[in-house]
């Protein structure tokens, strides 16, 4: 069964430095997304992602985050300068466009120390 | 922001029990409903989504929306120490971008042999 795919499992990256998180998105899927859930706290939208740009961006996705499609395959979420509040878990998911169906990977841990 | 609010339990059944979840919101404009069940250390998996207000029914798990309430439903029958998990409830529409989700908290579930 297709699936996504994100790596690291768990990045652990010093204050100020520079993070780039993978996702390989399901391959026919259109639509990419991002999402974070701090411990404890609910799963929170970040960013979506179609054509080549972004579609909509919360108020959590200010100038330090960043999304880039490198190729055919790869998805990635880019913060510039990590804060200790970037803490969480963070989960990609793709989808073939409608409004039901976000398919989510397993998450990457990101731990700001 | 309490777009999605959901009872995050813990609930703790025996098994065989019926287990009732739910959650309110307050954005009138959500048409799309979703039940995603979340293992720990893993990201949500779709279990159900509904359109609009009113039942959907799959093997054990059937979920309500009730628009005029504001609030959705999700009972599973015959509950098994498989079902285990955090449910969460999500929703979109109303403008947004296809697939942007929007999360209650999630209630976490036991159910003991």
């Known amino acids: 069964e297709p699936e996504v795919t994100q790596t690291p499992s768990h990045q652990v990256t010093q204050m100020g430095q520079e993070v780039i998180l993978r996702c390989v998105p399901i391959s026919n899927h259109l639509y990419f997304y991002w999402y974070r859930q701090i411990l404890g706290q609910k799963v929170e939208f970040l960013v979506s992602?179609?054509?080549?740009?972004?579609?909509?961006k919360s108020e959590i996705f200010d100038d330090q985050f960043s999304v880039e499609r490198p190729d055919g395959s790869n998805f990635t979420l880019k913060i510039r300068s990590t804060k200790l509040e970037d803490s969480a878990m963070y989960f990609c998911?793709?989808?073939?466009?409608?409004?039901?169906?976000?398919?989510f990977g397993q998450g990457t841990r990101l731990t700001v120390v | 922001q309490k777009e999605v609010e959901q009872d995050p339990g813990p609930l703790s059944v025996p098994e065989g029990a019926i287990v009732s979840l739910n959650c309110t919101y307050s954005?009138?404009?959500?048409?799309?409903f979703m039940w995603y069940r979340q293992y720990s250390r893993k990201g949500p998996e779709l279990l159900m989504y509904t359109y609009s207000s009113g039942n959907k029914e799959d093997g054990r798990f059937t979920a309500q929306v009730d628009k005029s309430s504001k609030y959705i439903s999700l009972f599973i029958r015959d509950s098994q120490p498989s079902d285990s998990a955090t449910y969460l409830c999500a929703m979109s529409g109303g403008g947004s971008t296809l697939g942007r989700l929007y999360f209650g908290r999630g209630t976490q579930l036991t159910v003991w042999p």
């Open positions: 992602f179609y054509n080549n740009e972004i579609s909509e």
């Open positions: 998911a793709s989808g073939t466009g409608g409004f039901t169906e976000a398919f």
């Open positions: 954005n009138s404009a959500f048409q799309y």
